[in-house]
């Protein structure tokens, strides 16, 4: 029976850099609480992390988001102190949504991160193609958006696609 955590770019950019907002970081503890949670009931901890060159601005992202961010090996790329458990896995994705999930057969998978609206939708969406006969399900309290509106919004969408979505 195998169960995965997915930590969705719980990175400075997103939390108190570039791209940082409230929300982001009052998230940062209830996300730390999740993945000790489910370390401890046995649960496979995946890490993903936006990652750009410093050619950034001239991607067709950075065209319709001109602010420079999660630019490999600074210090806005890095997963938030005391975030990251060593020895799992980290996913480095030039992209919202990571194409190339290899998980498995896995039989339950929950999402937890920033920011809900762009990357946690995305990779959800991605997943539950993916992996249609796995529980999927994403943890509203340990997300956040780019706003509260857009937060709210991608939670909705997700219902909508059959994804659970949690308040634990």
Known sequence: MKKV???VDMQNDFINMALGTP???EIVEPVKEK???RQAQGWEIVFTRDTHGEDYLQTPEGQKLPVKHCIRGSE???IADGVYVPGCAVIDKPNFGYPHWDLGNPE???LVGLCTDICVVSNA???KA???DAALSVDATCCAGVTPESHFAALMTMKMCQIDVTYE
Request: net charge neutral; charged share 20%; proline share 5%.
């Open 23 to 25: 929300e982001a970081v």
């Open 108 to 110: 339950q998978i929950e």
């Open 130 to 132: 993916k992996y249609p």
């Open 5 to 7: 955590l997915i930590v």
């Open 125 to 127: 969406l991605i997943l």
């Open 76 to 78: 806005g790329w890095q």
């Open 35 to 37: 993945i000790r949670l």
